[in-house]
Structures are given as C-alpha cells and as structure tokens.
C-alpha cells in the first residue's frame, strides 16, 4: 500500500508538471501573439488601400502567373479590394484591444497574480465566441484551430488556477 500511494504521488506531480510546461508554454505562444497583434495594429495604421493594393499585387503576381485560380491569392486581392477606412478602424481597434488583453495577462499570469486566473478564462471565453460567431458567417478553419487552442488554454488556466489555490490554503 505504501507503494502505491508513493507512486499515485509520483504520476500526479508528473501530469501535473507536464500540464503546467503546457501552460506556461501556452502562455508563451498568447504573449508572442499579442505582441504581433499590437505590431500589426501600428502596421495597419499606416497602411492605405492603395499601398495595400501594391503589396499583395507585388506578393501574389508571380503566383497567379502561374495559376490565376490560386485561392489564397485570389482571396488576398479580393481583401485588398474591399479595404475601407471602416474596416481599417476596426482592425486597427480589435488588434489593440486584443493585443493589449493578451499581453497584459500573459504578464500577470507569468507573476501569478491569483486574480488575473479567472479573468484569463473570461476572456479567452468570449474570445472564442466571437471566434465562433465569426465561424457562423463564414467558415474558417483557422478560426476553428484558434478557438480549439484557446479551448485548452482554458483547461490548463483553470488547472494552475485549481493548483495556485490549493497552494495558498
């Protein structure tokens, strides 16, 4: 019996620190991507629909001249089309917000702030319900990758949560 309880500790603290690598390198992967979602909203304020317009004629000529039905690059003109002021701000607003809650949580959760656990998982739920509602517009796999990522996210926030607590009492 001594055996067993020594060994059912053992695999605990074992799944328990693979969970926590997880986390924390899921956290990596948040932070790494808030950091580029704030680059890219300084990127998109300067960007205007005729410089738009050049890049993605400049990164997808070569491409269409060999396959005009490309998808991606088809999609790319397409895009680079339909850029509007509107869709500007919005996309200069939404990467702000989203970069500067990523970024900011990724920090608090790396100092173990007990309060930014909950919160972590509030966002990232309703993260994946605009994700999602997104998906019901038009369907997009790498919405789908991103809300299933954030899905896990939420387990292991909600495990070091469970685990940060237990160690506080």
């Not at 500790?9 to 992967?29: D, T």
């Not at 070569?62 to 002021?85: G, Q, V």
């Not at 949580?105 to 509030?122: N, S």
Request: charged share 15%.
């Amino acid at each position: 019996m001594f055996y067993t309880n020594i060994n059912n500790s053992f695999l605990k603290k074992k799944k328990f620190s693979m969970l926590h690598k997880g986390f924390k390198l899921g956290l990596l992967i948040k932070g790494t991507d808030g950091l580029l979602e704030l680059l890219g909203s300084i990127f998109l304020i300067f960007l205007t629909p005729i410089s738009l317009n050049k890049i993605v004629a400049i990164l997808t000529q070569h491409e269409l001249s060999e396959d005009p039905k490309d998808y991606i690059a088809n999609y790319a003109i397409t895009f680079a089309a339909n850029f509007s002021l509107n869709v500007k701000v919005f996309g200069v607003l939404y990467l702000i917000f989203h970069g500067v809650v990523k970024v900011f949580l990724v920090v608090m959760l790396w100092k173990k702030k007990l309060w930014a656990y909950p919160i972590t998982i509030f966002f990232l739920m309703l993260f994946i319900f605009y994700q999602l509602y997104r998906c019901a517009i038009k369907y997009s796999i790498p919405l789908i990758i991103l809300s299933a990522f954030d899905i896990i996210m939420i387990i292991l926030t909600l495990t070091e949560y469970r685990v940060m607590k237990h160690n506080i009492n």
